[in-house]
Each structure stands twice: as C-alpha cells, then as structure tokens.
C-alpha cells in the first residue's frame, strides 16, 4: 500500500482516513483497491511461506481496511476485520485463559455482556461486573485479596448506553500490574477521538457497523493491537473459527471510512447543542453527554479524548399520567425525523428507549432514551425533538 506506517504517524487522522489503504502509486494502478470475489488462491509452496491459500485465510479486500484502521489507532501492526462486532468479540474472549477471570463494566454494550455472561455460566471464565467509572471499585476486582488475579479488563468508555467514562490510564495500569490483558470497545468514540492503545490498552475492539463504515449498510467487527503475539493468537482464532468479513462488505467499509472525519466533525456539534438544550427542556429529567460541564465524567473525558463523541441519552419524564417509559415510547413515536432504530454511527440520527430490549441491564433506566446524533441540519434535528417533547403534554 502507498501510505507507510512512519509516514501515517506524521499526518493528522482526519487526512489518514482518506489517504491510507490506497494502492501503490504506480502507472495504471486504480485509485480506489480493488473487490476480490475469490475462495481459493494458486499456489504450490507450503502456506505458511506467506502464500494466502484459501478464502477464510485472507482476502485482499480485506488488507486496505484494516491497514488504514491501525495506522488510525496509532498501531504497529494492521487491525483484524471480522463478520460483525459481537465475532470480534467473541475472538477477544477467547484470550481468556480456562478458568481465568474477565472484569467487565455493567453498562457495557449488551451483546457485550450476554455473550460474556452466557461463557461464564458455562465455566469458561468467572465474570466480575463493575461500575467502571468507579476507579476503586474495579481495582478492587482486578486483584482481590480473596479471589484470583483478573486475566482480563474490558473497558467501554464512553459506555453504551449510559455514558460512563473510566479512567483508561489508571485502569490500564492496574490491570497490568495484576497480569491482566485490556481490552477496550472504542465504537463511540472512534480513533479520531480516543485512541486506548495510547492510554495503556493492549487490544482495542470496533463494530465497524457504527461509525467506521458510517452508512448503516454493512455488519463488520474489527480488532486492533501492537502485540504480534496477541495478533497472532486473534488471527489464528478468526481462522479456525470462521468468523471472517465479506469482500464487498470490507471494501463498502473503506469507502465509508474515507468520510469518517467530516461525519464525526459534523455529528459531534450538533450532538454538543442538541445535549444543551435537551439538559433545559422540562420534559426531561436526566441526561448524560460527556461535552456538558455538570456530567459526572466530564473532565475525565475531556483528560484522555479529543471530543465527547455524538452519542447522548436523556431521561424522560413521567407526564400527564404516563409513567417515564411510556412517555419515552411516546416521544419516540411522535418523531418525524429521528429514525427509531437500534444502532449508531450512521448518517442518520437515530433514537431508542434502550429498555425495549429484554437483554438490557435492569440498572438501565426504563424511561432512558438513547439518541446517535446524525449529520443532518441541528436545527431540523432540534425541531423535530421539540415537537414531540412538546407533544407529550397533549
């Protein structure tokens, strides 16, 4: 590929999105990389002279990807693509030694959690959930004075969906002092505002779906880590396991890419206006945004990210006899322009009463909303979240 390692470290990551994963600058050569439709590459030599051999080993639509995603986090090795968030996390789990023990926040992404709380009750490892913005707590957790040392951390930070925000330098730190691999989930933030492997994690985690792709049409996971023995464990694990990305989903992924710093630019404003007017509105009684002055996590955000993201999540009401949750259903309904949908990261702006999943942690309030600010107009954005705010009284 033309964009080299040393040469990404010296540009800036809204200019690396564009040009990295470009195919060498050579007479002829297209500007985009091509899509690569085949199961099988010819060869004769042994496979691991380096030959890519089959279709579940490797694929070179997958190559410009996950070159441009670790020269974005700031890693010494390309990132791993994978056939959808939850695949990259199943292949995360798996650095888990038998028996070992995995601390996880409690907010952390849902799936996140079923597939971790589902691998425990079968003996896998023994699961510890923590308020993760509770430093001490999670410490605690990582070397217990009665239990065994944690062989992992998982860090959501922000955390889906309630905004919670660790300490990742301070967490990082104790993990390894306790032997522990960490693993951090950077969907919301992205690498153009936080990048963990900086902060001490040693493999960052991405469903590529949200805002790396950025357009709602493809499901992709992605791992990343400057550790060759880990890339190597995590490899092996895609293989074996099968859990690999569609060609033409990894090449739809890049080109989604290339706009990632203008979608993230965009959506960040409006997300920061949006939370302030939201935080006045006498229909709602609670919000979290990192960017508001009086959230709990403000100046730990603003310490290790370069933005607050465009995710906030509000707390409706009760109103006019409606308890909070069907206040929240109501609002959602009354709404013309936010799309009611369960992902984030799109073009789009897209709402949610996050209990509406029967998977969701019961310490997520019912009447919690969670809003993925898109890159439309804030005013209509606005307009449109006044009038059912509004329409609530009716």
Known sequence: ???????????SAETVVVAAGRPPRERDEPVNPPIVLSSTYFGT????????????????????????????????????????????????????????????????????????????EKGFFELR????????????????????PAAMLWLESPTNPMLGIADIRALTQAAHDAGAVVVTDNTFSTPLVQQPLSLGSD?????????????????????????????????????????????????????????????????????????????????VEGIRYPGLATDPGHDR????????????????????????????DKLVRALQLWLPA???GGVESLIERRRRHTAEPVSVPDNLVRLSVGIENVEDLWSDLQQALDALDS
């Not at 590929?1 to 540009?11: E, F, I, N, P, V």
């Not at 089959?54 to 986090?73: C, H, I, K, M, V």
């Not at 038998?98 to 691998?119: I, K, R």
């Not at 605690?140 to 239990?147: F, K, V």
């Open 1 to 11: 590929m033309s964009l080299s390692q040393h040469h990404a470290a010296s540009l």
């Open 203 to 283: 493999v960052v985690l991405h469903s590529v779906t949200k805002y790396l792709a950025g357009h709602s049409d493809v499901v992709l996971g992605a791992l990343v880590t400057s550790n060759q023995e880990l890339r190597d464990t995590l490899l092996h694990h895609r293989t074996i396991h099968g859990g690999i990305a569609g060609p033409f989903e990894a090449w739809l992924a890049l080109r989604g890419l290339r706009t990632l710093a203008l979608r993230i630019e965009r959506s960040q404003a409006s997300a920061a206006v949006l939370a302030e007017r939201l935080a006045s509105h006498p229909r």
């Open 342 to 344: 369960t992902s984030l």
């Open 129 to 148: 959930l923590v308020d993760i913005a509770d430093t001490d707590a999670v410490i605690a957790q990582l070397a217990p004075a009665d239990g065994n």
């Open 45 to 120: 030599g042994a496979l691991d002279d380096g030959d890519r051999g089959y279709g579940r080993y490797s694929n070179p639509t997958w190559d410009p990807f996950e070159e441009a995603l670790g020269q974005l986090e700031g890693a010494a090795l390309p990132g791993l693509l994978y056939a959808s968030g939850l695949a990259a996390v199943s292949s995360a789990l798996s650095l888990i030694p038998a028996g070992g023990a995995l601390v996880m926040p409690t907010h952390s992404y849902s799936g996140s959690l079923v597939m971790a709380s589902e691998l425990a």
């Open 301 to 328: 955000a603003k310490s290790q990210m370069s933005g607050f993201g465009s995710i906030l999540c509000i707390q409706v009401a009760p109103v006019g006899g409606l308890s909070g949750a069907d206040a929240a």
